[in-house]
């Protein structure tokens, strides 16, 4: 039971905390709750078969009759990518978004074939709203996409600031400027609580602006005489707006190639952030009737993702698109953390197939970051000036240095919190103070399946992964509690296949002794199965000093293996 006082405002994430991704932050007061953006974060390589991770809704759908609104800061799939996710879970009344978020939300919905009426309102940095006790007013910032904001909310316990994602650049692509007077003003009210982006926060300095990126992409259009092929994020349209216009300026045709690419242009072009002739786009297929000093290739797979675009041209795999020697490919992102292995894969196989590769250095300014820098949060901290600071959307190391940065602009140690998602802050009169904590998970998501896995799923497919499997099928008589036949067992993935023969035939031993000897008393369908667990794991680690998954058939005598396959897969069809 959560012990908060009716009057008390509660403060909490149910995800990005301690983590890059899957943005949920909850504002929530008596009979009120609001929840800022609902991201997923992308798996790590070991979270085998997960598509995405979201947050664990559990605490919403208890609490269902308080939700009033979800507001978006702006429209990266960190930060919005959950929704269709969310909407299956709960009933939002109202989603409050800037113009592009809304158009990239209704396209997603569209996308999930979320049949709800879903009522979305657009917002800008002068908006105004008010739900219940809560005054909520949006300001503009500046981030590596348009239309994002950051939030203002004042409550009855004192006021919240949520920066979202932003940086300070004071020559930015695109006519969106950090609104710093207003922020300002702000500041001046009297912030409680202030809720600002880590991502950065271990960068010193200011960020590279935007439009210095522009110098360095003509640079590179200039001097290459072949085919270039650029990767970058798909949802960085001012980048992307940056290659389509130096192309149209060298007079290159554009491929565009990957689905999120192309959706994110298609919409970019259609609200009037992404500006290019009609004469100037062309299909992959046509690539091959154009010279190569002629064209550029915009695609997604600047992460080194396995089934990104220019993962599958750099395996060879794409219909159209090959490698040929003169090609320069172009990185224009930073890796995320712990993508460098993949990125570094993909960069080797393109050298292999004869192309030349240019990535983010500190000779190639190919990418500025959308987020801020040392100097910037410091320089918000200090207009801001909060009573009580709470660093967001970042690993835990980014987190610490965030509050270390706080301090060092006049904010006491005690007031700064390094939370854990589920951790609450409780406002109460202007005070903050740490809350009990509300239980949350890792949601993993395998294709469209909003249950989730759970925890177990993804160990047993860790274990698969490092050790193999193994089948036991023992087929046995209920009415006399003997075994009909002896165990019968297969692996994958656990032996070489000369040593195979001799182990399993020695583990279908141990395991016949050993459920003889449990067959003497009464037996339940669960201790056979814990028995052949048993047996097997403690024979095989013995014996190979690994431990591969175990799973135990258990078939009636009348019952053939093959009939019970027969009959799993007549049911999978139906």
Known sequence: MINQSRSETAVFALGGLGEVGKNLYCIEHEETLILIDAGVMF??????????VIPDFSYLIFNQYKI???????????????????????????????????????????????????NIVEVDGSTSVNI???????????????????????????KIVTSGDFKIDLTPVGNQHIDLQKIAKIGESGVTLFMSDS???????????????????????????????VATFASNIHRIQQLVETAVKFKRKICIIGRSMEKTIQIGRKYGYISCPDSSIIQEEEVKFYPSNELVIICTGSQGEPLAALSRIANDTHKYIKIIPGDTVVFSSSAIPGNGADINKVVNKLYRQGASVITNSILNNIHASGHANQEELKYILSIIKPKYFMPIHGEYRMLKIHTELAQQVGIEKQNTFVLENGDRLLLDNGTVRQGSRIDVEDIYVDGKDTTGLSANVIRDRKIMSNNGVIICTVNIDSHTNTLTTKP??????????????????????????????????????????????????????????????????????????????????????R
Do not use: W
Request: proline share 4%; net charge neutral.
């Open 488 to 573: 019968y067992i297969v692996s994958r993935g656990f032996t070489l296949l000369n040593d195979s023969y001799n182990i399993l035939e020695e583990a279908s031993n141990v395991v016949n002794n050993d459920l003889n000897e449990l067959f003497k008393g009464k037996v339940t369908f669960q201790s056979v199965k814990n028995t052949i667990k048993t047996s097997l794991s403690a024979f095989l680690y013995e014996k190979t000093h690994r431990s591969p998954l175990i799973i135990p058939v258990i078939l009636n005598k009348r019952e053939s293996l093959e009939e019970v396959i027969n009959y799993m897969t007549k049911e999978k069809k």
């Open 199 to 229: 991502t950065n926060a271990e960068a010193p300095g200011l960020s590279l602006s935007e439009s210095s990126v522009v110098k360095s992409i003509n640079d590179v259009f200039k001097n290459t005489e072949g085919r270039l092929l």
């Open 43 to 52: 798996p790590e390589n070991e979270l085998l078969g997960v598509d995405y």
């Open 132 to 158: 219940d006790k809560l005054k909520i007013d949006f300001f503009d910032t500046t981030h590596s996409i348009p239309d994002s904001v950051g939030i203002c909310i004042d409550t009855p316990n004192g």
């Open 68 to 118: 009033k609104a979800l507001l978006i800061t702006h429209g990266h799939e960190d930060h919005i990518g959950g929704i269709p996710f969310l909407l299956q879970k709960v009933n939002i009344p109202t989603i409050y978004a800037t113009k592009l978020a809304s158009a990239l939300i209704k396209n997603k919905l569209e996308e999930n074939h979320i049949r709800q009426k879903i």
